[in-house]
């Protein structure tokens, strides 16, 4: 799945090269696919060897610079602003797509960024129909997450401007988080955060929407949620979980929290939180488990385990298996104000 296609510019985005003649044009229907791939989620910036300041105002004058996040527009190489975006936006190259008219450039991108997806420029009227840039049903989340992604670069400005301790900056922010049971609504997005993650994520497991509705439906499971509010917006849903209630214990069969929200404790405040309700509601349970597998991306999710208390209890040909015993206390960080909603099970639910 791309997450963030990258445009060149000359003979790409728009005929004619600015260098030689300011008076270039949009290519017919780019606006169209500009506009489409943004409402489905996918992110977009700009790679080209051109003068900033002269390109940006293009992107302005044609009404399309709004769409570009982290342009890098100057006459380095374009490998080195393909990865400036990548790092910026925190999305993995295997994520990110780059498309460009120059055989040239495209075979230099590939060959230094095996990951990357590349395409001619003769493709960009297609992209939209292909498989790769088909995000599913529309989410609200997805709907906003350019708007999302400016928020966070608003947050990174402020917080580079703070003069006071990391702490006292996150304190600023007045973050609240909303833990809660997930309501039929919230089956698009908790599918959506299921495919798209792959940091904070155990096991960077594609279950299917089927799968994620069952943990919604069946009286021996839970699907949960969490919500973000700061002084910087309504971030929407950005954490799932599901779980399987047994009668001893409760197995975390997969925990994904938005990447959009890394290094502020939101990833442990959702996940601790759900354990302290569970155990609230099921005191019979001696532990939890998570399966973790490693895949190279997910590092964070293991490190926000290992946050929480657990342990690993079993070594398996693909995965392993983390525990933490119950009971458990966990308070969230004091930047956090955490509010629980409807946690309990649905009225007749047993276990096991």
Not at 15 to 32: F, N, S, W, Y
Not at 290 to 297: D, E, F, N, Q, V
Request: hydrophobic share 40%; proline share 3%; glycine share 8%.
């Amino acid at each position: 799945m791309i997450k963030c296609l990258i445009w060149d510019l000359d003979e790409t985005l728009w005929h004619g090269t600015l260098a030689d003649d300011e008076d270039v044009a949009l290519r017919p229907g780019i606006r169209e696919v500009l506009e489409q791939l943004d409402g489905r989620g996918i992110l977009q910036s700009v790679a080209s060897r051109n003068d900033h300041d002269l390109a940006m105002a293009k992107l302005e004058e044609l009404g399309i610079g709004r769409y570009f996040l982290y342009p890098q527009i100057g006459w380095g190489a374009k490998v080195e602003g393909i990865r400036r975006v990548a790092n910026e936006l925190n999305i993995g190259l295997d994520a990110v797509a780059f498309i460009d008219d120059n055989p040239f450039e495209r075979y230099e991108a590939g060959a230094y960024l095996p990951e990357l997806t590349v395409y001619g420029a003769h493709e960009a009227l297609e992209l939209a129909g292909y498989p790769e840039f088909q995000a599913g049903k529309l989410t609200r989340e997805a709907g906003r997450r350019r708007e999302m992604m400016l928020s966070r670069m608003e947050r990174t400005t402020a917080e580079q401007r703070f003069a006071g301790s990391r702490e006292d900056f996150l304190r600023s922010c007045f973050m609240e988080l909303e833990v809660r049971a997930a309501r039929e609504e919230d089956l698009d997005r908790s599918f959506e955060l299921a495919a798209r993650t792959t940091q904070f994520n155990n096991l960077t497991e594609r279950v299917s929407e089927e799968v994620v509705r069952s943990y919604l439906e069946s009286p021996a499971k839970g699907l949960y949620v969490a919500e973000l509010k700061d002084r910087f917006g309504d971030h929407g849903i950005v954490g799932a979980a599901m779980l399987d209630y047994e009668e001893e214990r409760l197995d975390i069969r997969l925990f994904c929290i938005s990447c959009r929200i890394e290094g502020r404790g939101i990833g442990t405040a959702f996940l601790g939180t759900v354990l302290k309700l569970a155990q609230q509601e099921h005191p019979a349970m001696h532990e939890a488990v998570c399966s973790y597998r490693a895949t190279g991306r997910n590092r964070p999710a293991l490190m926000l385990l290992q946050l929480l208390g657990f342990a690993r209890k079993e070594r398996r040909e693909h995965d392993s298996i983390y525990a933490l015993p119950f009971p458990f206390s966990y308070c969230a960080p004091d930047w956090i104000a955490v509010k629980m909603g409807h946690f309990k099970p649905a009225e007749g639910r047993t276990l096991g």
